[in-house]
């Protein structure tokens, strides 16, 4: 039967997820305890860094060619903000209904049945909306090492003269 | 955890990162990646708006990742890069029974008086070299209002005063035609720590010499910035029952070096006070004469061929007013004037002034020369080249 996850569970599954992802990416990691500034997760390599907020869910809402995710404004907003030093990035996990299957155990392996998506917000436009905005999570951007890779190519741009222009 | 908002921005971060061997590699509008060479070869990411919601969090990651490569607390790496462009001098008051790292109210309250009051005196000096017996100059009051206290350090008792310091390549340029008076802000509370530093050195020399100072070496050390005031305010903190020692030490900014012939660290028990008490009680019925210093740049400079003396305007602040200052001054003097117009170099000057409201300020030169409060002052580069004629008259 399923069973509805506690907030700090799905938290605490998306952290581990992105800290497998990055670990494998070679990169490094900032847990931020308290969200003041929109961000769950900074991620490093060579004084680059991305600023990831990170979404569990259970029951996510499919939309063609994707997933959806309502923001709230002033998250986004801090997220989006162009004066930033690194990319505000939404990272949306999707894990089982039923919490018992969030992790199964195998003779030389556990297998976490999680999957996410992301989303670049750094540059992005104004809400049109109040209280919540509408995040497009495309199917073709899962939440992968190469995909954090990508991550850092935009946190490469706002390091050229022209950085502002990225997005 | 909750980061607070970061006491610098990016000009202390990038100041700081300079003086301690990092250089930029790239940079944007928004951000700048900066590298040390070495066997870690670590590159930190320098944030470049203040008002961006990530500013707090990439100052922390900053601040730790220098703490980490300095092998330094977090604390102490955040104070160096928010005072890099401050001089901090530290009044440590130390006792055997301030073993726990307080101070009695009565000793504590005269050790926060007295850093105004040192304060105060040597602003004093710094605008003229005599006693002012509670007739202070406004400008010293005020400067003494600009300078911030830092927090209190355990240890002993240590009070730190923050006064501004200005990285020379951020003064003038060569031939500069009028003076900023926003640097010459800054320049003030710089020569004023550099007074303190001096008279203070001065003070400590007496007092740990093997005889007792003569009148005329007492005299000799108002012009390095002793006033009976400065005496007093030394005297009242180190005589208060729970304070044994008083050290100050000058941690100068690390953007601009030290000025030239100031200690880094003076030091007085109860014995030097009783000699300070005696250039004190001198000090107190000496006679003054008025010699005034001003401070600025060289902004004129006249003199015909067959002439003795050369016509040199110099442009200062007189009571927060742009004045030019108009002055005969000797070969020697005139070439010194023509190095320091040549290189953009400040220079004090000493002598008697006379600035009628709407005439023409002049004065009486007894000595002139760079201003010894900053680096970059040296005349050593001086050639012997004929003295340069600037304009007929």
Known sequence: ?167 | MVHPEPDFGPEEIRSYLKVTGWTPVSGGAVAELWRLPGPSDEVVLVPMKPGAPDFTKRAHILIGDLARVESRDVRTVQDAVATVFNDVTDLHASHPTLSDGSIPLESGYELFISAKRLRVASAAATIRRQGHFRNFPIRAREQARDVRLGQTRRGSYIVPIISQARAPEDVYSPGQDRIDVGVEETLFDRRVTATMSRALGVLEEMAGADREPTPSEITDSVGEGVSYELCQALSKVVSADAVGTLAVIFNWSRVAAPPPGTPPLVEFNQAAIDVVDRVSAQLKTRIYTSRHLIYGIVTDLSRHPDDETGRVGVQTLINRRVRTVWMDLRDADYHAAVHCHDTGVPVRVQGSLTSPPGGQATMEVDDFGPDPSLMGTSLDTATDAETPQRRDV
Request: net charge negative; charged share 20%.
């Open chain 1, 1 to 167: 039967m399923a069973t509805e996850a506690t907030s700090w569970q799905k938290e605490q599954v998306s952290r581990a997820y992105v800290h497998v992802l990055a670990t494998q990416g070679g990169y490094t990691i900032c847990d931020w305890n308290v969200d003041k500034d929109g961000v769950d997760m900074t991620l490093r390599t060579r004084g680059l860094m991305v600023d990831v907020q990170l979404k569990c869910t259970q029951s996510p809402r499919v939309v063609r060619g994707g997933y959806s995710f309502d923001l709230d404004i002033e998250t986004y907003d801090k997220l989006r903000d162009p004066d930033r030093s690194a990319p505000g990035h939404l990272a949306l996990l999707i894990v089982p209904p039923d919490v018992g299957r969030w992790v199964t155990h195998h003779p030389e392996s556990i297998v976490l049945a999680c999957h996410g998506y992301w989303a670049s917000l750094h540059g992005a436009g104004e809400a049109r909306s109040k209280g919540t905005t509408a995040i497009s999570l495309p199917e073709h951007q899962p939440l992968t090492s190469k995909s954090i890779g990508a991550m850092f190519d935009t946190a490469r741009q706002l390091l050229s003269p022209a950085g502002r222009e990225v997005n």
